[in-house]
């Protein structure tokens, strides 16, 4: 299994972190997929991969609830960094209008120039969206074409959403929201096709059940790879297999 968005270098793992990788591996997960927040994390990014060089694969990015004042400074690091070395994707980027509506121009304006300079180093993009659909469809769509490629993180839209992602080249991310009794997604995810999804935790957020309000970890990826096996009917050894071929698709050839 991959897990295709993880936050492991945060504080939440500073006691635990080096067991919390080693449970997840012993459950099977073979990969993580790092996305970056802002600077004042980018070197615990760097040291988290210089431990475990085979297994953690760094994006790069600005987090839109991180963009503020000093978005066009963080902006410049980002470039710096993806001038300077390969990443595996741009992220993870978007728009979130839930706790902060003030900085939404700059979140439009700093995940447009994300999306450019991902496609123009044909990098997958990560797309955070929280509140905004409507605001992240119009600017994803407004720059739509064939470098456009990546993954919707944490996706929890409608059907009608799912479509259009699919549509713009972007697998969805399933995460543990799926096992939530209110999380909606289980209902019609088996209309969305196999090969359009990955799996992710974004640990420590959104553990799935029975751990939901707890700290999520990487090793919870199997309850998540479980609940979408009992979706679509078929077994956990063949979501762990197609999810991990999908997850490849987006992310090989881009480090």
């Not at 509140?131 to 944490?154: K, M, P, R």
């Not at 979408?228 to 077994?235: F, H, K, L, P, Q």
């Amino acid at each position: 299994m991959i897990d295709t968005h993880t936050h492991l270098y945060v504080e939440a793992f500073d006691e635990d972190r080096e067991e919390a990788i080693q449970n997840a591996i012993s459950e099977g997960v073979t990969d993580f997929y790092i996305p970056a927040i802002d600077s004042d994390y980018h070197q615990r990014m760097f040291d988290l991969e210089k431990a475990y060089p085979e297994r953690v694969h760094l994006m790069m990015g600005l987090h839109p609830t991180h963009v503020k004042e000093n978005f066009k400074e963080e902006l410049d690091l980002v470039k710096y960094h993806l001038d300077a070395r390969n990443f595996a994707a741009v992220g993870e980027i978007g728009i979130d209008l839930y706790w902060d509506k003030s900085f939404q121009v700059q979140q439009q304006n700093a995940f447009d120039q994300q999306i450019r300079w991902a496609k123009s180093k044909q990098l997958p993009i990560v797309i955070h969206c929280r509140d905004a659909f409507d605001e992240v469809f119009e600017v994803l769509e407004g720059l739509q074409d064939e470098n456009l490629f990546g993954i919707f993180h944490c996706f929890t839209g409608t059907m009608e959403y799912a479509k259009r992602a699919i549509d713009l080249n972007l697998k969805l991310g399933i995460g543990g929201v799926v096992t939530f009794k209110n999380g909606k997604i289980d209902q019609f995810l088996n209309k969305i096709p196999l090969e359009s999804i990955v799996m992710e935790t974004d640990a420590p957020y959104l553990a799935p059940s029975p751990y939901r309000g707890k700290r999520n970890q990487s090793a919870y990826l199997y309850l998540v790879r479980n609940k979408i096996a009992e979706c679509y009917n078929v077994s956990a050894a063949e979501i762990s297999r197609i999810t991990t071929q999908n997850a490849k698709a987006v992310f090989n050839n881009h480090e």
